[in-house]
């Protein structure tokens, strides 16, 4: 298995590249790029489907002859919602930045559902708050299981500073369902303000995978299995992009059975 921490290269263009090779898995793919006003970013989405999320700034989204203008409000991952346009197999994309643009890529094998191009408005993306005390998280759901595609599920949370999130543990790692799906993921972090910090462990029953990450701003984590919780410190509020894909469309998780008892009244 790869590394579970992925740091970004250098701050200009493709700073993240995961691919499933990369990763050691099969579904998953999540590139980032960071562009200045006029810079591009452009490829086809072979035989995968491709969720562009304008994590922040402004860019003229073009997919084969569908021009969909100038798209994006934000200007941080902590203001509001984003935009965002679905793409699918076999499609040219473009991206032109009008502002500074952080960009994330975000696909996973096509089925062949031949869906249309479309933009992902913020207006339509349900949002939600999740948690009681200190478990408070704010929850977007850019692609959700009730959105048309054939494999990705796509969704943004901020965590409020001194908050845990990602929790009690939970995992999605056993095709067993209805009970339990198997999804692989990515977490892109974000932090606000920059120089904080949260943690990350991915951890299974036995214990065979146990690892406990240093979160800053603009990493990536990858969970091939097992729990995967995190925690901010406080005065630091963290943001995280969540790609998930596997061989069923649909988001059924198991709670570690030691931490059930959080979410009694």
């Known amino acids: 298995m790869a590394d579970l921490l992925v740091k970004p290269a250098g701050t200009r263009g493709q700073t993240i590249h995961v691919t499933p090779q990369s990763a050691g898995w099969s579904h998953v793919g999540f590139d980032l790029y960071q562009l200045a006003p006029g810079e591009m970013a452009q490829a086809n989405t072979n035989d ?6 304008l994590v922040s700034g402004k860019a003229r989204i073009i997919v084969e002859d569908v021009d969909f203008n100038i798209l994006g409000e934000r200007m941080s ?7 965002a346009v679905y793409v699918p197999a076999e499609h040219d994309w473009m991206v032109t930045a009008t502002t500074e643009v952080t960009l994330a890529v975000c696909s996973a094998p096509s089925t062949g559902g031949n869906l249309p191009p479309r933009h992902i408005r913020p207006e339509k993306m349900e949002h939600e708050t999740r948690g009681r005390g200190t478990n408070v998280r704010h929850v977007t759901n850019i692609l959700p299981e009730t959105a048309k595609a054939d494999s990705l599920l796509v969704v943004e949370v901020i965590t409020p500073g001194g908050h845990t999130s990602s929790y009690p543990p939970h995992k999605h790692d056993t095709d067993n369902l209805p009970a339990e799906s198997l999804l692989e993921e990515t977490y892109y972090h974000r932090l606000n303000p920059p120089q904080g910090f949260a943690f990350q462990r991915v951890y299974t029953d ?32 963290l943001y995280y992009l969540n790609v998930m894909a596997g061989p069923t469309r649909t988001w059924k998780f198991h709670n570690a059975p030691e931490h059930e008892w959080l979410l009694k009244d």
Do not use: N, Q
């Not at 991952?77 to 935009?83: A, E």
């Open 48 to 53: 995968r489907e491709v969720c562009l999320v």
């Open 77 to 83: 991952p902590f203001d509001g919602k984003p935009h």
């Open 206 to 237: 036995d214990r065979s995978l146990d690892e406990t990450m240093l979160i800053e701003d603009g990493v990536v984590t990858l969970v091939p299995r097992g729990y995967h919780p995190c925690a901010t410190i406080h005065g630091y509020d």
